[in-house]
């Protein structure tokens, strides 16, 4: 009865601060992590994400049931929100592959479902969070949680490796799991304290903020992100550009300004020094990396590749793209050789402008470059209504510079696209962040009243259980059951079998990634001389085959499934067969024919199949598979040399001849000494006695280890008719 009599006031009350805690708890998702989650980046941050902004959302639904002053209110940022999210919808319910459109991957969590979550952020977040003070402690939690990740990048960086995972890496990962992904995070933490340092009046906070500016700005260092640094030095020119050209009625920098802003760069500075040293190897040879970049570089070549790919992509769906989480497809079908054997898989274009137009068109990309204008304007807008409110303005198109510099050359994460719907909202509600900062406002007490709310989260509240089973603790089950099964001692395989069981069973998206894994369990265990429980082995390689049988069914258009279950039927097919598959090899030849179709200048494919060609007895057509291999990749030896090798096999000398001639003449000495041993052989067996013993001479110099063998291979060469 109490429920249905507490006043509007108590009622209003509760719900708003539950609202904002499970919004604030929402801000530490970049330290969660556990090794006892598959993705153990990834999946853990995402649940622990997904659940506090679930929570929010029913606490928020039942205060607008309440007062209709907390109701979303669509203002030009939030229609551009919502445009963004619509589209993304279409494109995956019209996309190549709508369920991994909608429900995503372990490895990413980057779907429709999940993106969802971000956009309720933005809601929230703009309608619970509406005063100065509000804000200030929202930016302060943030910038908090930024420093205890740069504390344990500094534990990584110092070796500690009983307290940190990656203990001693060269890029800091932290608790992200990726440098890159940790640089774009960071980016937001520095400027949230910038705009923080600017707008707060107290003192002491104040030196606070500079000082989590010189760490963020240390750590983003040893990152080794060039994105994120090119991103801060676009930044700057904003800075300077806003200086230059401010109104006049803005000061310039006054010897204090100036005095903070050297002494962060000072400090960030020596702060490097002492974690990294000043050593060639120490925080200087991080100069390298940022200072070396050329188009022979293998990443930039890799991403610039990659741009291409996703052209053709763009080409063949414009309008709408192949739907989100869906750009595996086009690198698979649109693969350029030249990224063997660099880059075999892409699940993301490395630039979010062609990652955004592949996956969801020109009709997408507009929506994003829509959302980007809008948040632009807003901060110029903000930066123009007066002298106090001018720099917090420049500092926030500084954000925004940085921030799309640096996804030029990755994608967003969860890491980035919390921050960045945070700014959203910010932003949509005119920045407050005033020097004056004040409590909010509390509303006017109310009599005793029939609270509509109770009756709502009658209706609600199940509704949120049901949400919260079905998208978090179903996949963090699978997920947890995964490396329990991975994690198995081989001598109890069967318990290790039935944990898969369960991932598979409990998992509602992922599935395939599942079964990779058992599938690298099984080998291991297959490959595994003192586990001799054959009956065991039998049970879990079958299980394989059934399972990976349901990949290629499930995800018909997925070029790794079919490559991944063909291997292993190859590496396997004498085991496979005694254990009763019928004929693994057969079938892993008509895996891969569908493959080729998915994926046709993909040399690791022509690898692969060559090598059940052979196991087959089919040396023609593996000859074949090479010599196509061979002109997909003409700068690479090893395609040539496998190919004359094999036509020699089948009696072709003539054309084995003219491709091992081929790789005489234009590899002349870049070879190793394994494919000079090729070419000498392949060289005696055509004839060319001169040849043969030149290259069995250059394979000795390049490796000692072979001159056993040399003076009897010159013997049998000079002995050939």
Not at 80 to 90: C, P, T
Not at 435 to 460: I, M, T, V, W, Y
Request: net charge positive; proline share 4%; glycine share 8%.
């Amino acid at each position: 009865y109490r429920e249905y009599t507490m006043t509007k006031d108590n009622a209003l009350s509760f719900y708003l601060r539950a609202t904002k805690f499970f919004i604030g708890l929402s801000l530490f998702s970049p330290l969660v992590l556990s090794a006892l989650f598959y993705f153990p980046y990834i999946v853990p941050k995402t649940i622990f994400f997904q659940v506090a902004v679930e929570l929010a959302l029913l606490l928020w639904a039942l205060l607008c049931v309440l007062d209709e002053k907390y109701r979303p209110k669509f203002d030009r940022i939030a229609v551009a929100v919502s445009a963004f999210f619509a589209i993304y919808v279409i494109a995956a319910l019209l996309g190549a592959n709508p369920l991994r459109s909608f429900l995503g991957t372990y490895e990413r969590m980057l779907s429709v479902v999940n993106l969802a979550h971000f956009i309720a952020l933005f809601f929230i977040a703009r309608a619970v969070f509406g005063t100065p003070r509000e804000w200030l402690i929202l930016l302060r939690t943030f910038v908090a949680v930024s420093v205890v990740v740069s504390v344990y990048a500094v534990a990584q960086k110092l070796g500690w490796g009983s307290l940190v995972y990656h203990a001693g890496i060269d890029r800091l990962d932290s608790t992200i799991g990726n440098a890159a992904f940790v640089g774009g995070y960071l980016i937001f933490a520095i400027f949230f304290a910038v705009f923080l340092l600017v707008r707060d009046a107290h003192t002491a906070m104040r030196t606070l903020y500079a000082g989590c500016i010189v760490l963020n700005l240390a750590i983003l260092y040893f990152t080794g992100t060039r994105g994120a640094v090119l991103g801060m030095a676009c930044a700057v020119v904003v800075l300077v550009v806003g200086y230059l050209f401010r109104p006049r009625t803005v000061p310039g920098l006054s010897a204090r300004m100036l005095g903070w802003g050297m002494g962060v760069l000072f400090l960030a500075g020596a702060v490097a020094l002492v974690i990294g040293g000043g050593a060639e190897n120490g925080a200087l040879s991080y100069l390298k990396r940022f200072t070396s970049v050329s188009l022979a570089d293998t990443t930039v070549q890799t991403r610039l590749l990659s741009v291409q790919t996703s052209m053709a992509g763009f080409k063949e769906r414009p309008v709408l793209g192949w739907g989100p989480e869906n750009y595996n497809l086009v690198f698979d079908k649109y693969y350029n050789p030249k990224l063997y054997p660099t880059e075999n898989w892409f699940d993301h274009a490395h630039n979010i402008v062609f990652d955004i137009v592949t996956t969801t068109g020109v009709v997408g990309a507009a929506a994003y470059l829509f959302l980007m204008f809008v948040l632009l304007a807003a901060c110029i807008r903000h930066a123009r209504a007066g002298p106090e409110s001018y720099w917090l303005g420049v500092f926030a198109l500084g954000l925004l510079a940085a921030y799309g510099a640096q996804n030029l050359f990755v994608f967003d994460s969860l890491v980035t696209y919390l921050p960045f719907f945070l700014f959203a909202a910010f932003a949509a509600n005119g920045f407050p962040l005033g020097r004056d900062a004040q409590l909010s406002d509390r509303p006017e007490r109310a009599k005793q009243f029939a609270n509509p709310s109770a009756k709502a989260a009658l209706a609600l509240v199940p509704l949120a259980m049901l949400l919260i089973y079905m998208v978090n603790v179903r996949p963090a089950v699978a997920a947890y059951y995964a490396v329990v099964g991975l994690t198995t001692n081989p001598a109890h395989a069967d318990d290790a079998m039935n944990y898969f069981k369960r991932s598979l069973a409990w998992g509602n998206f992922g599935a395939h990634e599942i079964r990779g894994k058992l599938a690298t369990y099984v080998s291991d265990l297959l490959d595994n001389t003192q586990m001799t429980d054959e009956a065991a082995k039998g049970r879990l390689a079958t299980f394989v085959v059934a399972e990976m049988e349901k990949n290629i069914t499930e995800q018909p258009l997925d070029f790794r499934n079919y490559l991944y279950y063909a291997s292993f039927l190859n590496d396997y097919a004498e085991a496979l067969a005694s254990y009763g598959v019928a004929d693994p090899l057969a079938r892993a030849d008509e895996v891969l024919a569908v493959a080729q179709k998915l994926g046709p200048h993909k040399p690791i494919l022509h690898l692969q199949w060559a090598q059940v060609k052979v196991a087959r007895g089919d040396v023609a057509g593996a000859a074949q598979l090479m010599e196509e291999a061979a002109v997909l990749r003409p700068d690479m030896a090893e395609f040539p040399l496998r190919a004359g090798g094999m036509f020699q096999q089948v009696g072709e000398r003539e054309k084995a001849m003219a491709f091992f001639k081929d790789v005489k003449e234009r590899f002349g000495t870049q070879l190793t000494a394994q494919q000079f041993v090729q070419l000498a052989v392949g060289l005696a067996n055509g004839g060319d006695k001169e040849g043969a013993i030149q290259a069995a001479k250059k394979a000795v110099e390049l490796d000692r280890n072979l001159s056993a063998g040399y003076e009897e291979f010159v013997r049998k060469v000079k002995e050939m008719p």
